[in-house]
């Protein structure tokens, strides 16, 4: 009995100190690289799925006939900025010098000769990356909506991801200029993809200009969207996929620190999210003695795109007020675009740039270790090469084969006149 009892009290006794030690004990390093890599993978494959909600969100918000049009260029750049990215955007990115401004233009390929030095492996790495840069090409389809032409939408989306976007994330990401000179800090993209994509799209829309009728003297002609419900469930989509999009961007999971941080940055990106809608409802309620749902779906996406810069040092209560403002900038800039003549077919603009701004910006309140005056050079000196770029390849592609469909494609719609079919066959006038 004596032999039973003995191995039992000792059990219990030393066996709470013992779980206790093998908790704290620090992970091996092929733990880490692991662990690691499943969150890389795990958030890539969430942010890869942010690409359906931004189809969703667009589908819905354009008229029928340009329905399946959305369709093809959200796939076409997915697919284009995973090419663009294995070819020289990586490369762009990380192989830059210390300070410097251009990286080699070089073709990735995996490199695991020693994963513990670099705590996460090769293709993961990529394939996270890869997903940001497609974040950033879809920004623009939405804005540029039902008149841009597939060609001309596609050869831009190679120079955007292929060129503008790793050259700007290379500056922070990759140890340049603003990271290097300014300590500019932008942890999962506020300004370095979301701006970016929202520069690209501000310049396109200036220069291919509005869709037809949309703008007569000062009278400006609603042309609602098809499917608010299918919209309505690509915010979501958006809002399930910024998890990935700033949990991600921590870059490690290995550790009981990176645990608590990965936490901590999903709670305060649900939470300016949240602040986003609740202020653009407040906001449109106000203004337009109603609630309108489209700009309430893009407060949430406003609000996401606001906490970006710095979701892991904030409060939840500074969480939410930068989201609300997020709502806030969202509501006033979509009647400010109609005002000035800018035709987004979406809200992509006040969503994604001027949130983007604002977020980068504002990250300085909440993380002393970040400069303000570092913030602003960074905002600038990405506006200033991101708009430049794009309005310059704008220019090229409207002088050589045309950036706009003609007007009677337009009037078609750009599904029977492009791609010969139609989104809802069943639904479309004979």
């Not at 779980?19 to 958030?43: G, H, R």
């Not at 989306?157 to 140890?175: M, R």
């Not at 409207?398 to 007007?407: D, E, L, M, N």
């Amino acid at each position: 009995m004596k032999r039973i009892i003995a191995p039992i009290i000792f059990i219990l006794t030393f066996a709470p100190g013992l779980a206790a030690a093998q908790e704290i004990a620090p992970p091996s390093e092929t733990s880490l690289v692991v662990f690691n890599t499943l969150l890389l993978f795990f958030c890539g494959m969430v942010v890869m799925f942010m690409a359906a909600g931004f189809c969703m969100l667009e589908v819905g918000l354009v008229r029928s006939k340009n329905a399946a049009s959305i369709c093809l260029k959200n796939v076409a750049a997915y697919a284009v900025a995973s090419m663009m990215v294995w070819l020289v955007g990586y490369h762009l990115i990380y192989g830059i010098e210390p300070g410097g401004f251009l990286g080699p233009f070089a073709l990735w390929s995996p490199s695991d000769m020693d994963p513990v030095d670099k705590g996460v492996a090769s293709g993961a790495d990529f394939f996270f990356q890869l997903v940001f840069v497609a974040t950033a090409a879809s920004i623009v389809s939405g804005a540029l909506a039902e008149r841009v032409k597939l060609s001309a939408f596609i050869l831009f989306t190679a120079a955007l991801t292929g060129l503008i976007y790793p050259i700007v994330a290379s500056w922070d990401w990759g140890k340049g200029y603003l990271e290097a000179a300014w300590r500019f800090s932008d942890f999962a993209g506020a300004t370095i993809v979301h701006s970016t994509g929202g520069w690209a799209a501000l310049a396109g829309a200036l220069i291919i200009g509005p869709r037809r009728g949309k703008y007569s003297g000062r009278r400006v002609t609603p042309m609602p969207g098809s499917n608010i419900p299918l919209s309505t469930l690509g915010a979501f989509i958006l809002w399930f996929g910024w998890f990935g999009f700033n949990a991600g961007s921590q870059l490690a999971v290995g550790s009981v620190g990176d645990a608590i941080a990965v936490s901590i940055i999903v709670v305060n990106t649900n939470m300016a999210a949240a602040g986003g809608v609740i202020a653009a409802s407040v906001m449109t309620s106000l203004i337009y003695k109603r609630v309108d749902l489209t700009i309430i779906l893009n407060g949430a996406i406003g609000g996401l795109v606001s906490i970006t810069a710095e979701p892991a040092a904030a409060e939840i209560w500074q969480s939410v007020l930068i989201g609300a403002m997020g709502g806030v900038i969202v509501t006033v800039g979509v009647p400010m675009l109609d005002r000035l003549k800018i035709d987004d077919v979406v809200g992509a603009i006040p969503a994604h740039l001027f949130c983007g701004v604002w977020g980068t910006l504002i990250a300085a309140w909440t993380n002393p270790a970040v400069s303000l005056g570092g913030q602003i050079v960074g905002v600038a000196m990405v506006g200033l090469f991101a708009f430049g770029m794009s309005a310059l390849i704008w220019i090229l592609l409207r002088y050589s084969i045309g950036a706009r469909v003609g007007p009677e494609q337009e009037l078609l719609g750009l599904d029977r006149a492009e791609l010969g079919l139609e989104a809802y066959p069943e639904f479309a006038a004979r």
